[in-house]
């Protein structure tokens, strides 16, 4: 990896008076997949991106290289100061930002996790392998690791440094016409339990073996976690980001302080802290602040930037994405807190319904109901008298996710990470009434 | 650069690999977009870096980086190796890939105008004056216009001794508005979504497009939708038009045919595929006027290139033929899986971090016979529908669900009223075989998908859906909560 302390302080030395802001992600990443009881793929990559923002009264342009060579960087500054010569004043254009103490997340960074050689995953992929071949079933997935490391600095004193390593052990077992899923992300990869995911993965592809067909309508739904975070992940983004709410797009808009859910729903955007955490500061180098968006039904507050912060007469939450850009913040951290269901509580509660192991390509139809539509996947049950009866083929849900957080039974007791635009956290479902819209032919 | 490369090259020999090859890639990549009469983005990113593959004992390493050292290559190319002997440990037999000929060539996307030589001047008024049409009606709250040029130079050396250095170009440009009001949001972009037009072209497809021009039209069609009827529910007769049919295409038979999907290699993400292979040649995948046509020689496309990055020469062939399943999307490592000893070559990189992987050609549907009036007069109760809005498919490709920006319904032969919120379903082969009508030449253009996502780690291809608007028989529309 580059040294980005050196670098930030030669682009702002090459800055001269020009208000400069750097931001610089380095990335080592490595990918074993595998599929039909092989590996498919194997991948190792090294990446360095050095991206400066320049503004001069009421102009702003970007450069973005990876070369942190003079040549390169007298190229980018000499475009980036033409683009600034030849553009209109915007009287609004926020000047950069001001140091403010960004305070320390929890322990992300753990060197043996983003140096695990290709050795060690592929062996891992074998034991799963070894087991499938054993039990009569087919192994794919993947498990990658790597390490990220982010600096934000500018001519006003910003730099915020965060380094963070990852590992990803995701599962899928295909047992005749049966398919299980399991995945397990940590910053540490000795905390994965390997044995669980596998287990999980080929119980589940055992299980769905043969389902039968049922007719889509309303159904009672069990969410495991992964399908229930798919859901949280949309209401986070299209309902409290500050920018769709003031641009009157989001179904919170004109109704912070009032329910707008089941008062079993609780939803924390938090970066400092539990299973969401990550970087503690946002893209212009702002401590990103933990926020409450939903507590106990209620819409308490959303994330800003400081731009809508400004607009709203706030202080940033810390949630920019870099600046200029047409999105505004996001939350990147999301949490569904956990209730006091367990799963097998939950199941043994159910007269009739549906046990969702996970989503497939959810999408938005409508963001002022969050109406969205989306397949299940990997392992879908039929659940009558409180049993697990029979696997069933998979559905089409097409629902509106403020709707059925509404008609919330039961929220789980056990919560899971998972890694998808940032990082988002959720226990276990139980929702009355849930919609599909349509079933497949598996 | 090739003398850079050749290093790589050196190494792979010397350790008697099956195969390897090195992608050296600069690429210049100049985004712009206004938002409510601001700058929205404004970003000029250049990038170089190196990707390494390597096929040993039968199995697969790749390892990339941006040090452009002559050390770092070796250290690059070794760890590469290093990778294919753990995959190596892991495999059921070798892998061979299909024969291709070496090429030392040189291609470029052919363009008029340098869109990086345009002044960003000229380009932020355009977007200006268009944000400024788009914002006139205090219903429309968020209004986005952009511009996206990419520039990628490549050079290309295997150990079977070809040596392609390509240069390829695409530009693009588009605008987004969205309405709001009394609890009704509604959106309208021009003249696609996901990001507007991108074809492999220079400047000069940015003024075909008439972007200034169509801006009122699209606003006042956003804050119109906002008072319109919903899409009725039931099943009619679907005519879908441009961006929403290319999306169709994409999602419903591009990724159905990736061969490496349909072997089961994206099965722990984005799925496999019904269209398995012993259908090949034999399943009936549409009606039998579908004519569906994978081109890499294609002028305009995105997936248009010289060659892929398996080193392959740029082909055409059908995908569906009179209806018929006739081929897939292929790379040279399983193109013998279905008995074939050349790949059609489909096989590309996002970048040079990433490997090569099957990905979606430029895929058409061939035109039919009747002209776009004559569909429209020959319908008596169906639906329009334009401008993909959201999108979703099993992890077969089977059942869809596809919402549009803006429907009109057809009664009698005439198209009427504008409906909001049009949504449809239907499951794949199914819904190809009720296709009864194609239009003509004349209806007949291409639409880029400029932002695929596929593959772990994910990748992001270009490829482009010729099609002209196609009418499909008692179709599932109206889905509601």
Same mark, same amino acid.
């Given at each position: ?8 302080? #030669?682009?702002? @030395? ?14 080592? !990443? ?65 000047? +950069? !930002? /001001? ?63 965060? /380094? ?53 309508? @309303? ?23 500050? $920018? ?61 930037? #400081?731009?809508?912060?400004? +607009? ?80 069933? %083929? ?5 629902? !509106? ?42 | 650069?090739? =003398? ?86 892991? /495999? ?42 788009? #914002? ?26 070809? @040596?392609?250095?390509?240069?390829? +170009? ?11 009001? %009394? ?92 269209? =398995? ?43 569906? %033929? ?7 999307? =292929? ?16 096989? @590309? ?15 058409? &549907? ?8 004559? &569909? ?12 993909? #809005?959201?999108?979703?498919?099993? $992890?077969?490709?089977?059942?869809? $669900? ?8 057809? /009664? ?47 990748? =992001? ?6 099609? !002209? ?13």
């Amino acid at each position: 990896m580059h040294d980005h302390r050196t670098i930030c302080e #030669r682009i702002l @030395r090459l800055a001269g008076r020009c208000p400069a802001e750097v931001i610089i992600t380095s990335t080592d !990443s490595a990918l074993t997949r595998f599929a039909g009881n092989v590996i498919s793929q194997n991948v190792s990559n090294t990446a360095t991106e050095i991206s400066v923002r320049l503004t001069d009264k009421g102009r702003v342009t970007r450069f973005t290289l990876n070369q942190p060579s003079e040549t390169a960087l007298k190229m980018g500054f000499s475009r980036a100061l033409e683009t600034l010569r030849t553009q209109k004043k915007n009287p609004r254009l926020m000047p +950069l !930002s /001001k140091p403010v103490p960004v305070k320390k997340t929890k322990k992300l960074f753990f060197p043996g996790t983003a140096e695990l050689p290709p050795a060690e995953r592929a062996a891992r992929a074998g034991i799963l392998i070894k087991k499938c071949k054993k039990a009569g079933a087919t192994a794919y997935g993947t498990y990658e690791n790597g390490a990220a490391a982010i600096t934000v600095a500018n001519t006003y004193g910003v730099r915020a440094f965060h /380094k963070e390593s990852y590992a990803i052990y995701s599962v899928t077992v295909r047992d005749g016409n049966g398919s299980g899923w399991a995945e397990s992300p940590a910053s540490d990869a000795r905390e994965i339990d390997f044995d669980r995911v596998d287990r999980t993965a080929m119980e589940k592809a055992l299980l769905s073996r043969n389902p039968r067909s049922v007719k889509p309508g @309303r159904y009672t739904v069990i969410l495991e976690p992964a399908a229930a975070a798919d859901l949280v992940l949309f209401m986070g983004i299209y309902g409290f980001a500050a $920018q769709f709410y003031q641009e009157g797009q989001s179904f919170v808009t004109g109704k912070l302080g009032e329910k707008v859910v089941s008062e079993k729903i609780t939803i924390e955007d938090n970066a400092l802290d539990g299973l969401s955490a990550g970087m503690p500061f946002d893209y212009e180098g702002m401590p990103r602040r933990k926020v409450t968006l939903i507590e106990t039904g209620v819409a308490r507050a959303l994330v800003h930037d #400081r731009k809508t912060a400004a +607009l709203a007469g706030r202080t940033t939450t810390g949630h920019a994405l870099p600046v200029p850009n047409t999105y505004g913040p996001i939350p990147a951290n999301l949490a569904l807190l956990k209730g006091g269901s367990s799963m097998e509580e939950m199941i043994k509660s159910t007269k009739k319904g549906i046990l969702v192991t996970n989503f497939h390509y959810t999408n938005l139809l409508k963001p002022l109901t969050v109406k969205m539509t989306g397949m299940t996947r990997d392992g879908t049950f039929m659940i009558e008298n409180g049993r697990v009866a029979y696997p069933i %083929k998979n559905l089409r849900f097409t629902e !509106s996710a403020v709707e059925a957080f509404n008609r919330v039974e039961a929220v789980g007791d056990k919560p899971q990470a998972y890694i998808s635009w940032g990082r988002v956290s959720a226990p276990a479902l139980k929702i009355r009434n849930f919609n599909f819209s349509s079933s497949t032919e598996f | 650069m090739f =003398t850079f490369a050749n290093k790589a090259i050196e190494i792979a020999d010397k350790h008697k690999a099956d195969f390897g090859d090195i992608r050296i890639i600069e690429a210049r990549r100049q985004t712009l977009s206004v938002k409510q009469g601001e700058i929205g983005a404004l970003n000029d990113t250049v990038t170089l870096g190196f990707g390494v593959r390597i096929l040993f004992d039968g199995a697969w390493g790749f390892a990339s980086s941006d040090l452009m050292t002559a050390g770092e290559i070796e250290r690059v190319t070794k760890f590469a190796l290093n990778i294919a002997k753990a995959s190596a440990t892991l /495999k059921n037999k070798k892998v061979r890939l299909a024969h291709e000929p070496a090429y030392r060539d040189f291609w470029q996307t052919p363009f008029i105008t340098d869109p990086f030589a345009v002044a960003i001047e000229k380009k932020l008024d355009m977007l200006f004056a268009i944000d400024k049409v788009l #914002r006139k009606d205090a219903k429309i709250k968020s209004a986005v216009s952009s511009m996206d040029f990419i520039r990628e130079h490549q050079w290309h050396m295997t150990t079977e001794g070809s @040596r392609i250095e390509q240069v390829l +170009l695409s530009s693009g440009a588009g605008y987004v508005c969205h309405a709001v009001d %009394k609890g009704e949001a509604q959106t309208r972009s021009y003249p696609s979504t996901h990001g507007g037009q991108t074809l492999s072209m220079g400047y000069e497809l940015i003024e075909s497009l008439d972007l200034p021009g169509n801006a009122e039209r699209v606003r006042g069609e956003a804050v119109a939708l906002l008072t319109a009827p919903a899409c009725p529910r039931g099943r009619k007769d679907l005519i879908i038009y441009g961006n929403q049919l290319a999306l169709q295409i994409h999602e419903s038979v591009g990724h159905a045919c990736e061969l490496d999907r349909v072997l089961g290699y994206e099965e722990s993400y984005a799925g496999s595929s019904f269209a =398995t292979t012993e259908k090949l040649g034999d399943f009936r995948y549409g009606s039998p006027i579908v004519n569906l046509v994978a081109d890499a020689t294609l002028p305009g496309g995105l997936a248009t290139a010289g060659y892929d990055d398996d080193a392959v020469k740029a082909q055409r062939w059908h995908i569906v %033929k009179e209806g018929v399943l006739s081929g897939y999307m =292929t790379n040279r490592e399983f193109a013998g899986r279905i008995n074939k000893d050349r790949s059609w070559g489909s096989c @590309r990189a996002d970048g040079h971090n990433n490997i090569p992987i099957t990905r979606i050609c430029n895929l058409s &549907l061939m035109p039919g016979s009747v002209s776009e009036e004559d &569909l429209i007069k020959d319908t008596k109760d169906g639906v329009i529908m334009e401008n993909n #809005r959201s999108w979703s498919i099993d $992890q077969k490709r089977l059942n869809f $669900q596809f919402g549009c920006e803006i429907g009109w319904l057809v /009664k009698n032969g005439k198209k009427t009223k504008m409906i909001k919120n049009p949504t449809y379903q239907g499951i794949t082969p199914e819904f190809w075989n009720s296709c009864d009508a194609i239009a003509n030449e004349n209806s007949w253009r291409l639409w880029g998908v400029a932002n695929c996502g596929k593959g772990q780690p994910t990748q =992001t291809a270009m490829m482009c859906h010729g099609n !002209s608007p196609s009418r499909f028989r008692k179709v599932k529309i109206g889905v509601t909560a």
